[in-house]
C-alpha cells in the first residue's frame, strides 16, 4: 500500500538567484530560534540563530527574519549553489532551565538547480 | 573536535533483538539530547540529560526505551526489544549550556537502524 508521510514542502531555485524558506511556530513563548540544514545521510547542521529580542540577524549568505507578531520565521539565502541543496529545518525553544526543549518544524526541501 | 560521535552508524537486526546506540558528546558540554527522525514524524526528541541527569524523557515512545548518561561523555539508548516500527534514524546531539545565541545544538551523524 501507499505509505503515508510528512509532506514536505520543496522549493526549487536557479543557481545564483535568492531563496526564502518560510516557518510558523507554535508556541508564543519561545523566545530562540535556530536554523538547520540537513543534507541527505548526515545529520543537521546549524546555519544560523536569533533570540525573540531580534527581528534579523545575518549570516554569510544567510538571513534570519522573525515576526513574532504572526510567529513567523523565514531564511534567506543569497545566491544559491549547489551545495544549498537540502532539508531546513526552522526549531524553536523555550529558554527556561528545565525547559531546554528545541521544536523542529517539519522541514523544506532546497533544490538548487544549476 | 571531533563533533558528536554516534555508534553504530548502521545497525539491521532482526525484531524481539537487542539494539543498544552509543554517543560521545562534545566535551564539555552539559547536554545531551536523543532525537528520532522518521518520515511519518519528522525529527522528534525522546529525552534529554544535563550534567548526566535525564530532565525530560515525555518523549521517550514506551517501556521498551530507555537511556542513560554514566558519565560526561558517553551515553546509550536502548531499545529492548526492538520492533520493525523501531525502525528510524536516532540522531544524539549536544549543546553547552540553555538556548542562548552561541549555545546552539550539535548533532551526530545518526544511527541508522533497521529492524526486519
Known amino acids: 500500500g501507499e505509505s503515508v508521510g510528512l509532506h514536505l514542502p520543496t522549493l526549487s531555485v536557479q543557481e545564483g538567484d535568492n531563496s526564502i524558506i518560510n516557518c510558523a511556530y507554535s508556541n508564543s513563548a519561545s523566545d530562540y530560534f535556530i536554523w538547520y540544514k540537513q543534507e541527505s545521510g548526515k545529520g543537521p547542521q546549524f546555519i544560523i540563530d536569533?533570540?525573540?529580542?531580534?527581528d534579523k540577524r545575518q549570516g554569510q549568505r544567510v538571513t534570519v527574519l522573525l515576526n513574532k507578531t504572526v510567529k513567523h520565521l523565514s531564511l534567506q539565502i543569497a545566491a544559491t549553489q549547489p551545495g544549498d541543496s537540502a532539508v531546513y529545518f526552522c526549531a524553536e525553544e523555550i529558554t527556561n532551565f528545565g525547559n531546554e526543549k528545541l521544536t523542529f518544524g517539519t522541514g523544506t526541501r532546497l533544490t538548487i538547480i544549476p | 573536535d571531533a563533533g558528536v560521535i554516534q555508534s553504530p552508524r548502521h545497525e539491521v537486526t532482526e525484531m524481539g533483538q537487542e539494539v543498544t546506540l552509543r554517543c560521545k558528546p562534545i566535551?564539555?558540554?552539559?547536554?545531551l539530547f536523543w532525537y528520532r527522525q522518521t518520515m511519518m514524524r519528522g525529527l522528534e526528541l525522546l529525552i534529554y540529560?544535563?550534567?548526566?541527569?535525564?530532565?525530560?524523557d515525555s518523549g521517550m515512545p514506551e517501556d521498551r526505551f530507555s537511556a542513560k548518561m554514566p558519565n560526561a561523555s558517553f551515553s546509550t539508548l536502548k531499545i529492548q526489544p526492538s520492533e520493525p516500527r523501531d525502525s528510524a534514524v536516532y540522531f544524539c546531539?549536544?549543546?553547552?549550556?540553555?538556548?542562548?545565541?552561541?549555545?546552539?545544538?550539535?548533532f551526530g551523524e545518526g544511527s541508522w537502524l533497521t529492524v526486519v
Open positions: 540529560f544535563n550534567n548526566n541527569v535525564p530532565i525530560d
Open positions: 566535551s564539555g558540554h552539559d547536554y
Open positions: 546531539a549536544s549543546r553547552p549550556g540553555q538556548g542562548l545565541s552561541g549555545n546552539t545544538i550539535y
Open positions: 536569533i533570540r525573540s529580542n531580534m
